[in-house]
């Protein structure tokens, strides 16, 4: 019931439910900057791996407020970036599978051109994706209802007829 509501939330609101991921990303750069400045201060590691942690923790605590900061600018820049990852991937996966797999080619192909629409159109490719997951879970929302309503249909009189497995066997 949870999953089919939450999927008819994010249908009926798909730019809050971009925002929300966006300052949810935000809450979890900050956490992470965090966890990482503390164990930079840990005497388990050395030196060099302190300050590593210690920059690394620096640099999610500057995302982290910059994500909060600005959530629509955020959902660009994840928008570009997932763009960006679906070209390079696409096109490796292309070159990777000539001459081996058309599968491939052709996986690669759809993944390059999936990408390009998300960098020619950020918005709209975020909130079809956004979409997109509102009607997987309203179908694996409706799904587990069926089936929780659906469950242990068997008739009284077959279940009184059935075997108990108490039956001594020689």
């Given at each position: 019931?949870i999953t089919l509501a939450i999927g008819l939330a994010i249908l009926l609101w798909p730019g809050l439910?971009?925002?929300?991921?966006?300052?949810?990303?935000?809450?979890?750069?900050?956490?992470?900057?965090?966890?990482?400045?503390?164990?930079?201060?840990?005497?388990?590691?050395?030196?060099?791996?302190?300050?590593?942690?210690?920059?690394?923790?620096?640099?999610?605590?500057?995302?982290?407020?910059?994500?909060?900061?600005?959530?629509?600018?955020?959902?660009?820049?994840?928008?570009?970036?997932?763009?960006?990852?679906?070209?390079?991937?696409?096109?490796?996966?292309?070159?990777?599978?000539?001459?081996?797999?058309?599968?491939?080619?052709?996986?690669?192909?759809?993944?390059?051109?999936?990408?390009?629409?998300?960098?020619?159109?950020?918005?709209?490719?975020?909130?079809?994706?956004?979409?997109?997951?509102?009607?997987?879970?309203?179908?694996?929302?409706?799904?587990?209802?069926?089936?929780?309503?659906?469950?242990?249909?068997?008739?009284?009189?077959?279940?009184?007829?059935?075997?108990?497995?108490?039956?001594?066997?020689a």
């Amino acid at each position: 019931m949870i999953t089919l509501a939450i999927g008819l939330a994010i249908l009926l609101w798909p730019g809050l439910t971009l925002l929300t991921a966006a300052v949810l990303f935000g809450l979890q750069m900050l956490v992470t900057g965090v966890f990482w400045l503390a164990a930079s201060f840990s005497a388990d590691e050395t030196g060099r791996q302190r300050w590593l942690l210690a920059v690394a923790g620096l640099l999610a605590l500057v995302a982290g407020i910059l994500c909060l900061r600005s959530p629509f600018q955020t959902l660009a820049v994840l928008a570009l970036l997932l763009g960006a990852t679906w070209v390079v991937g696409g096109v490796a996966e292309i070159f990777h599978g000539f001459g081996k797999s058309g599968w491939a080619v052709f996986s690669g192909a759809v993944t390059a051109i999936g990408g390009i629409v998300v960098l020619v159109w950020p918005v709209a490719s975020l909130i079809a994706l956004a979409w997109l997951l509102a009607v997987v879970l309203i179908v694996f929302g409706a799904m587990a209802i069926a089936g929780a309503i659906s469950a242990d249909r068997t008739p009284r009189a077959a279940k009184a007829t059935a075997p108990t497995g108490t039956a001594a066997t020689a």
